[in-house]
């Protein structure tokens, strides 16, 4: 095989030996392993949160005043909130409500930025002028602000702050698809197809998307990170749902910060649970964009 | 220089006039319409009507947006419905507190992450390169409003130390010419104010500042690894130098370009997180402001500080890039 | 010299270099790259990173023990009596710092001009070195120079105080063929009017012939034959010199006469402790190179081989 040829190879179809190679770095990097001990957890509580819960989340299970809210004791880890009702139930529900928001979001956003980016990506032109000045004009609004403002149009609710949320990251995976295919259409292997008669949409399919993946993965892990935190702010502002059964950590942080001097743990725990949930797919992350780019490597 | 800025003030026009247009569909899109946003929730049809008329909303949408920005360059944005002030003049009142907190906010960032940056790339692999590290991907997670209530905690309810809330103690008497109440404290010559304010300053200014301050101690370690295994820095040594000018002048004045890049898109999160910020700290700036706008279903406020922020950010990243130029004269060649 | 990195095993990279250089005159440090000399230049500066790297032995600077002397004293003899001039002229410089003050810097430093003095003093500098309109170039970024200038600058900041000492070390190379002679003669007359001495450090037998008054061969971190110049170039006795002469072009040969490469590369070596390092390319191996690594043996032509070439036919090389 000339060196000509060797070039000319797809980086995914040589992929097993990078994949492996990842994989390997990934298993030695002991932040990779924190990030997916705490994403498991995470998950996992999220999944199995009524069988793990020991009461009810909605409902009253002790008696408190204002003044007197009961701490942590055995029966109740986290104590009793503000309506007596248990916190470390409430806590371990709250992951399920922060993973679905949280999946949620990133898939609507991702999906549509990344069909932004194919759309300015695979047309260039005009397509891509206006494509590129319309995520310009999103990103010159300040990321929370615009989440604000778009919850805020469509009213209060679940729902509202996750299209919310999408609509913020959809300007980060459409300038990433579109680097990645701008970058990509210049290199030796696209060429290469293109002289043996590849059609273009083939190219861009079966090539140019398959080798944007790894980024576009990285990105969505650590998106995920922010969509969570961003969520929670949302619902400290007021911009969740208003049904105070919901158990979502946000709105628990905000609910219970008059009690800081009464009871100062009640804000404590869900403000963990938030960091543990983000910095999880946060280290993750940043270990995968080590892993899959040697260039991040040091 | 000059041309360079002009072109890039070019290109922030259709940027501009595109946002606006969103967000004049953004008032039309809202649940119940423009009018109901000018008059809140609880409004009477004859008034919905009534306003419809006097706003000229009942013409065609292209008439009214153009209306809509005449207004805006006349700096009329509107009037909020849970104040009954113009928009504007909330604006102008409340904005110098979240600059003074978001200016904080950037020397805490930057004052703590370069020389930590740097000290730990200096010391690249031993435990405080470790701690860096994992301290600002830390950081960066952390929830600004928990961060706020954590130290609010700490220092404020435990220590004693540190005011919990506000700008200033509303039992002193201090005077307020600027809005800038640190500026104002010097103007007046009043250091007891001065103080107060400095110290009403502290707690969210660090709240608001870790992610930045993360961020800033990040990007200063990698830029810093990487000079310092450039050749001039090894020629530098050759030299003989004294290592205060190596330092200076040939490791953090090329290490410092990214970070200088990094300052001006920080202020978009430091806007952002104002809003969260101000909220815990009950600090009257234009978050505090915006973030009871929100609860009150205050459209004309939404809309108006929201433009004014985007004006801002892209206004900052404009200065950031003719800075940028001054610094580096191969962008200045260029 | 020793490399050492967590977890493996210690790398002895320069072994039993020694050489002495007198005022006025030039020696050439010849062999491929990765056999050690730029190494041996960083250690003679102490530029080495302290963490890592070990460097055992001796370097005396007119009587003055550098390995001995703590940081700041050694900070003040770089630049002022020991300079050097590295390869790369497009990365030695620093892009964001106006030339001027990358060559007034050591003056301030060293011979405590003033600012204004320096100043004037550098744009001599320059015009000695032979960059035209000097004020102006003061006052330019490096982006704005060719390579040669900015070579030409490093050699003026080199020798802006009159250094005892200057490492070259492959000054040259990264610059286009006709700008090298151009910096070679450079060098040639201010070393000559100054005095200064010179350890010139080059794979390029060319450089050394116009050059070096001694010539010392070094092949993976040892010394392997040293000599004066015309004795070196008209009787290589180690194989790997003779090949080195082998694959340069001569005068003396015919026309379209074939170069001879030498077979290998500098990584089918091994390690000294096993015998001969070069035993592996050599064309004059024979039992006696391994297991036991000859020693540098005889005086005016040293030499490490066993079995050495014999007379070899004079040798001619084009200088430079």
Redesign the interface.
Known sequence: MSLAQMEAVAPEEAGGSLGRDAWRRLRRNPVAIAGAVLVVLFVAVALLAPWLAPYPPDKPVGQVTPTSIPGPSAEHWFGLDDLGRDEFTRVLWGARWSLVIGVVSLLLGMTGGLLLGLLAGAFGGWVDGVVMRLVDMMLSVPGLLFAIGVAAMLGSGLDAVMIAIAVVNMPIFARLLRGQMLAQRGSDYVLAATAVGVRRRRIVLGHILPNSLTSVIVQGTLTLATAIVDAAGLAFLGLSSNDPSIPEWGRMLADTQRYLSSAPLLAVFPGLAIIVAALGFTLLGESLREALDPKYRR | MLGFVVRRLALLV???L??SV??FL?VR???GGPAEALLGERATPEAVERVKKLYGLDRPWYEQYLTWVGNVFRGDLGVSSRTQHPVVEELLRTFPATVELALTAMIFAVGVGVPVGYLAARRHGTWLDHLSVAGS??G???????LG??L??AFA?KLGILP?DGRQDPLLDAEHPTGFYVLDGLVTGNPEALGDALAHLVLPGVALGTIPLAIVVRITR?SV?DVLH???V??????????A?IRG??VL??AL?PVVTIIGLQ???L???A??TE??FAFPGFGKF??DS??A?D?AV?QG??LF??VI??LVNLLVDVAYGL????VR?A | MVFRQRGRADVRAVDGVSFSVSPGETVGLVGESGCGKSVTSLAIMGLLPKRGVRVEGSVAFDGTELLALPPDKLRALRGRELAVVFQDPMTSLNPVVPIGTQVTEVLTRHRGLSNGEARREAADLLRRVGIPDPSRRLREYPHQLSGGMRQRALIATALACRPRLLIADEPTTALDVTIQAQILELLRTLVAESGTALILITHDLGVVAGMCDTVHVMYSGRIVERAPRHDLFRDPRHPYTGGLLASVPRLDQPRGARLEPIKGSPRDTIPWATGCAFAPRCPNRIEACTPEAPELVGERHALRCVNPLRSAPEAKVVPR
Do not use: C, Q, S
């Open positions: 259709p940027i501009l595109g946002l969103l967000l953004w899109a809202l649940p991907l830390f960066i997670t952390i929830p600004v409003f928990f209530y954590m609010k905690f309810e919990t990698a690894l450039e050749d001039y090894r020629t530098a040594e050759a030299k003989g130098l004294a290592p000018t002048r040939h004045r090329n370009l202020v978009g999160l806007l952002g997180g809003v969260l909220t815990v915006m973030a929100i609860v279903r459209y939404l500080f929201i922020t985007a950010f892209v610094i580096d004269p191969r060649a």
